[in-house]
């Protein structure tokens, strides 16, 4: 079957680039691992699982007419809200009959004389299309569980990212969470309210922040609703994908009483980088960032009564906000109950998991269920995943051998015609994930404009402009303090990954501002050519 494009994901990505290609009078077909819409929505419904980012920031915003019906219940969207939002718009825009449920991509191998995508599915479908966009998702694919003896457990195991649809009563149960991530710091409030007893094994804490989450009530809704285009807008030209001051005082140029008050402010804000926010130079300056780190373990053990497990759940190894923080209802109150336990991993690292349980270095503890709480191969795994040939057989995955090469994240030198959504080297999981989809989305929608208007067949990433960028995303991430972590970001969760800082954090506004720049150029630092150039070239 031949299309125009064909799109992988049928997450909020997918269904925006359908939704907009086939406006654009382009056919396009989407295919989709899962049985249902929503991407990361459909895969992670854990007990506790919701956004923390703010649903009003966290919702489409290209048709104003949905943005004003669709009403949110509260601060923060849970997992079963988000998914039914994901529906509706399924439903609204007709996307279902362009999109293939249950259809895992394989492979996929750019053919040079004729200028197709060969896309074959695990299934053994094949598919042809003009273009090729990966709109996979940056957390989509769990990193293999790395423990020992995994597979040796006689009760129950299940992986955060992957949790079965009809929910799982811990009721009566012994529970294991592995983990402290933001996966971990959401669900464990939950399962300790069911569970007659939790342990709780962690290897890094994390620092985490009251999401102060709350329902939403009308004058609310109406006052945001009454402002929503202004409220875009400013998101767009944010930092993050949300809209937010600029503050560039440092932290050490106020009083200890003005950072405290800042602090405070941001921690009763309960949003994820109002505190970060607080002061220019969290980021960028140790010295800046420890007086923030010192009120985030002050607040941790000022909730946590026992002082040694309040002292293990402070985190020191890495600067604050340099691994994603995460927001949580009532996290390190949960280790003040009598059946919860802390486990230290760095004191007592896990050696295995045994038949009964999970066996640290000094004992054994035995469980009914096991969580694994334990993350994904973040930015890259989804796109090495499916076996992806460019020019000359070039496979992607050897390409990226040493860590992901892209120009702006949206294109790659040796991949023609395909496009990656939130891919490396844009700004993705360092804003809100739904700024940055709309914004890759339609740049690519309006490139194929471009090309329809001038007759191009193939569009190409230059070797030249990807090396500027990847060493301009590489200098942006140096002058922080980003890469002092082992985070996810770096690359460092996945053994043997190698260690390179994978989103952008040149700032949403910025970024935007380049691919615009990029556009307005003619798309400057890509190369095009028509269908007949190729063939000659090729011969
Ligand atoms: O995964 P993580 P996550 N033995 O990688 C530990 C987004 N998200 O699923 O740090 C023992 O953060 C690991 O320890 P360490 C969000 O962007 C968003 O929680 O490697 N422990 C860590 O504690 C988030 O950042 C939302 O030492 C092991 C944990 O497992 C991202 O997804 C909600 C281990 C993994 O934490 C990932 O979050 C949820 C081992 N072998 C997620 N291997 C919202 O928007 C790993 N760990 C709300």
Redesign the pocket.
């Known amino acids: 079957m031949h299309h125009d494009v064909i799109i992988v994901g049928a997450g909020f990505a997918g269904m925006y680039l359908l939704h907009k290609l086939r406006t654009a009078g382009y056919t396009a077909q989407v295919l989709e691992a899962g049985d249902g819409v929503g991407g990361t929505w459909y895969w992670?419904r854990y007990p506790g699982?919701?956004?923390?980012?703010q649903s009003i920031d966290y919702s489409f915003s290209f048709d104003p007419a949905l943005e004003q019906q669709w009403q949110w219940s509260e601060k923060?969207a849970t997992q079963p809200e988000i998914l039914r939002y994901a529906n509706h718009v399924a439903d609204r825009y007709d996307l279902r009959r362009d999109i293939r449920f249950g259809t895992r991509v394989k492979q996929a191998r750019f053919d040079e004389q004729r200028n197709v995508w060969h896309i074959e599915s695990a299934n053994g479908e094949v598919f042809t299309a003009q273009f090729y966009v990966m709109a996979t998702g940056c957390?989509s694919v769990p990193?293999d569980?790395?423990?020992a003896g995994a597979e040796r457990f006689c009760g129950q195991t299940y992986h955060?990212?992957h949790w079965p649809h009809e929910g799982v009563d811990f009721s009566g149960k012994r529970v294991a969470v592995?983990?402290?991530?933001?996966?971990?710091?959401?669900s464990i409030p939950l399962i300790a309210a069911e569970a007659s007893q939790l342990t709780v094994?962690?290897?890094?804490p994390?620092f985490s922040l009251p999401a102060a989450n709350r329902p939403l009530d009308r004058y609310e809704i109406g006052a945001i609703k009454a402002n929503y285009r202004e409220h875009r807008e400013a998101a767009r030209h944010s930092a993050f994908g949300v809209p937010m001051p600029i503050v560039t005082t440092s932290a050490l140029e106020v009083s200890a009483e003005q950072r405290q008050r800042a602090y405070q402010a941001g921690w009763d804000g309960g949003t994820l980088n109002g505190m970060l926010q607080s002061f220019g130079d969290l980021l960028l300056n140790q010295a800046a960032n420890d007086t923030a780190a010192d009120f985030m373990r002050d607040k941790i053990r000022a909730i946590v009564r026992d002082p040694a497990t309040a002292e293990t759940l402070c985190p020191y190894d890495f600067p604050f906000g340099t691994?994603?923080p995460?927001?949580d209802t009532r996290y390190y109150e949960t280790f003040n109950l009598p059946h919860v336990e802390l486990v230290d991993?760095r004191k007592t690292p896990?050696t295995e998991i045994s038949a009964a349980g999970v066996r640290t270095s000094d004992r054994e503890r035995a469980f009914d269920a096991i969580v694994f709480?334990?993350?994904?191969d973040?930015m890259t795994g989804a796109l090495v995943n499916v076996d992806i040939r460019g020019v000359d057989g070039l496979a992607l995955k050897e390409k990226w051998a040493d860590g992901p090469r892209t120009y702006l994240g949206l294109g790659i030198a040796g991949f023609p015609n395909m496009f990656t959504i939130t891919g490396p080297g844009s700004p993705s999981?360092m804003s809100n994930m739904m700024v940055s989809i709309e914004q890759h989305v339609d740049w690519i929608a309006a490139c194929l404009d471009f090309m329809r208007a001038h007759g191009h067949d193939r569009i190409e990433a230059s070797s030249d402009a990807e090396a500027a960028w990847v060493e301009h995303v590489n200098q942006v991430a140096d002058a922080t303090l980003f890469p002092k972590a082992?985070?996810?970001y770096m690359g460092?969760?996945v053994p043997g990954k190698p260690r390179v800082f994978l989103p952008y954090i040149g700032g949403v506004g910025p970024y935007r501002q380049k691919c615009d720049e990029v556009a307005q150029a003619g798309y400057a630092g890509f190369r095009f050519a028509a269908a007949a150039e190729v063939a000659r070239s090729a011969g």
């Open positions: 992670n699982a919701r956004c923390d980012v923060y957390l990193k569980i790395d423990i955060t990212a592995i983990g402290t991530g933001s996966s971990a710091v959401q094994f962690q290897r890094t994390a691994k994603r995460c927001l991993l896990l709480a334990t993350g994904f973040a999981v082992n985070s996810w460092a969760n």
